[in-house]
């Protein structure tokens, strides 16, 4: 037999991902994966219910059916503080996975470069080496995760095609002050690089902290391909809604790439999504205040514990220090801490271009009683797996 793909040579399947079946496997609380044990908003589950019976099982629109598209331009147009046009400059994604996926496409060839952060969301690796280009890893230094502009603009140098900017960010929990995204805003410009924004937790930011949307500085609508999603929003990542937004010449190719890679994503759960986008602002202070709490009872309870870790700026990610257990491997750690302690985490490596191998990924988009029983848990932790330093 002839062999498979060398392009899939270079990656495992998602750690994320695998993690979420060790928790299975275990029967732990699975802080590794994240994605909400809590319900959707009732507004949303109620269409639903009603979308069942009505004309909506068939293909919708490739690019999105009409309604999503014009309560998404009217949703982002305000956040955004600048017109969208539902039409031209939309196209709805299976999640932003395929988003991320459809922009490389969109922007690069086979051999184009592309710009990475490091520590970076693990589908980044997967999508620049599934669309033959390489990437060019930054580092971000913990613990505020920021980057060295000259070592930025010597990657820009380079001649990138794009740069791919996760804001807020998994899974550092960085949010990208305005100076640092004028700083990248400035090398786009100066270098003719395209960005790729990645911003599913813009509405999961803790204050004093605030979510700058890349598109929206100076000059850089031209240039950005705005990828989202509606999973975190709105608690329904099983749905797969996502979205790119870009100026109408970059979304006439985006919608190629996308009709051919997917042809458009569930119409019935498209339907049932738009009360979503419609609800007022007190959804969005509803929903950071819910986060903020969950955070707060994280940071909190680890403390208590004395376990080291981020205080992340937004989205909902916490990584520890596990340094002191002495592994070699932080994925086998992972496997032990589900295995003996019952708690599901990510292992660092798998965001981090450098070798790191002292820190885990917890996520706390979860119920309170399940962060408080994972803490609860945690409580064994010395017990359960001896430090050795
Ligand atoms: N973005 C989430 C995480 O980092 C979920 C990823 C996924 O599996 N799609 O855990």
Redesign the pocket.
């Given at each position: 037999m002839k062999k498979l793909s060398a392009r899939t040579e270079g990656f495992t399947d998602?750690v994320?991902?695998r993690m979420?079946r060790v928790c299975n496997q275990y029967g732990a609380v699975n802080l590794?994966?994240?994605?909400p044990d809590f319900e959707p908003p009732a507004a949303i589950l109620d269409r639903l219910q009603q979308v069942a019976h009505e004309d909506y099982h068939q293909y919708a629109v490739t690019w999105g059916s009409q309604r999503l598209r014009d309560a998404l331009a009217r949703k982002q147009s305000r956040f955004m503080g600048c017109p969208i046009d539902p039409n031209s400059e939309i196209v709805v994604t299976c999640?932003s996975?395929e988003a991320m996926m459809a922009a490389v496409m969109t922007v690069t060839d086979p051999g184009d470069k592309l710009i990475v952060f490091s520590p970076f969301?693990?589908?980044y690796g997967a999508d620049v080496i599934l669309a033959g280009a390489e990437p060019i890893y930054v580092p971000l230094y913990p613990p505020e995760f920021n980057f060295k502009p000259e070592e930025l603009e010597a990657a820009f140098r380079q001649n990138p095609k794009a740069l791919i900017l996760c804001n807020p960010s998994?899974?550092s929990g960085k949010v990208f002050t305005r100076e640092e995204l004028l700083l990248i805003a400035d090398l786009a410009e100066k270098y003719d690089t395209y960005v790729i924004t990645d911003e599913?937790y813009e509405h999961i930011v803790y204050a004093p902290h605030e979510h700058v949307y890349f598109a929206t500085l100076p000059g850089m609508w031209e240039r950005t391909l705005s990828c989202s999603s509606l999973?975190?929003t709105y608690s329904i990542?099983g749905w797969r809604i996502g979205y790119i937004i870009a100026p109408p010449a970059i979304i006439d190719v985006a919608k190629k790439v996308h009709d051919f890679l997917t042809v458009g994503t569930a119409a019935p759960l498209q339907e049932a999504v738009v009360p979503g986008l419609l609800f007022e602002q007190s959804y969005y202070d509803w929903l950071r205040e819910l986060y903020t709490g969950k955070r707060d009872l994280m940071l909190k309870g680890l403390d208590d514990l004395g376990i080291a870790h981020t205080v992340p700026q937004g989205a909902y990610?916490l990584l520890l220090d596990i340094s002191r257990y002495g592994f070699a491997s932080d994925l086998e750690f992972c496997e032990v801490l589900a295995r003996d302690v019952g708690v599901g985490a990510?292992p660092g490596s798998s965001f981090f271009r450098e070798p790191v191998n002292h820190l885990i990924?917890l996520?706390f988009a979860k119920k309170d009683e399940t962060l408080l029983e994972a803490l609860n848990r945690l409580e064994s932790l010395d017990k359960k797996i001896k430090p050795r330093r």
């Amino acid at each position: 037999m002839k062999k498979l793909s060398a392009r899939t040579e270079g990656f495992t399947d998602s750690v994320i991902r695998r993690m979420t079946r060790v928790c299975n496997q275990y029967g732990a609380v699975n802080l590794s994966q994240g994605f909400p044990d809590f319900e959707p908003p009732a507004a949303i589950l109620d269409r639903l219910q009603q979308v069942a019976h009505e004309d909506y099982h068939q293909y919708a629109v490739t690019w999105g059916s009409q309604r999503l598209r014009d309560a998404l331009a009217r949703k982002q147009s305000r956040f955004m503080g600048c017109p969208i046009d539902p039409n031209s400059e939309i196209v709805v994604t299976c999640g932003s996975t395929e988003a991320m996926m459809a922009a490389v496409m969109t922007v690069t060839d086979p051999g184009d470069k592309l710009i990475v952060f490091s520590p970076f969301y693990e589908n980044y690796g997967a999508d620049v080496i599934l669309a033959g280009a390489e990437p060019i890893y930054v580092p971000l230094y913990p613990p505020e995760f920021n980057f060295k502009p000259e070592e930025l603009e010597a990657a820009f140098r380079q001649n990138p095609k794009a740069l791919i900017l996760c804001n807020p960010s998994n899974p550092s929990g960085k949010v990208f002050t305005r100076e640092e995204l004028l700083l990248i805003a400035d090398l786009a410009e100066k270098y003719d690089t395209y960005v790729i924004t990645d911003e599913v937790y813009e509405h999961i930011v803790y204050a004093p902290h605030e979510h700058v949307y890349f598109a929206t500085l100076p000059g850089m609508w031209e240039r950005t391909l705005s990828c989202s999603s509606l999973s975190k929003t709105y608690s329904i990542t099983g749905w797969r809604i996502g979205y790119i937004i870009a100026p109408p010449a970059i979304i006439d190719v985006a919608k190629k790439v996308h009709d051919f890679l997917t042809v458009g994503t569930a119409a019935p759960l498209q339907e049932a999504v738009v009360p979503g986008l419609l609800f007022e602002q007190s959804y969005y202070d509803w929903l950071r205040e819910l986060y903020t709490g969950k955070r707060d009872l994280m940071l909190k309870g680890l403390d208590d514990l004395g376990i080291a870790h981020t205080v992340p700026q937004g989205a909902y990610y916490l990584l520890l220090d596990i340094s002191r257990y002495g592994f070699a491997s932080d994925l086998e750690f992972c496997e032990v801490l589900a295995r003996d302690v019952g708690v599901g985490a990510v292992p660092g490596s798998s965001f981090f271009r450098e070798p790191v191998n002292h820190l885990i990924r917890l996520h706390f988009a979860k119920k309170d009683e399940t962060l408080l029983e994972a803490l609860n848990r945690l409580e064994s932790l010395d017990k359960k797996i001896k430090p050795r330093r």
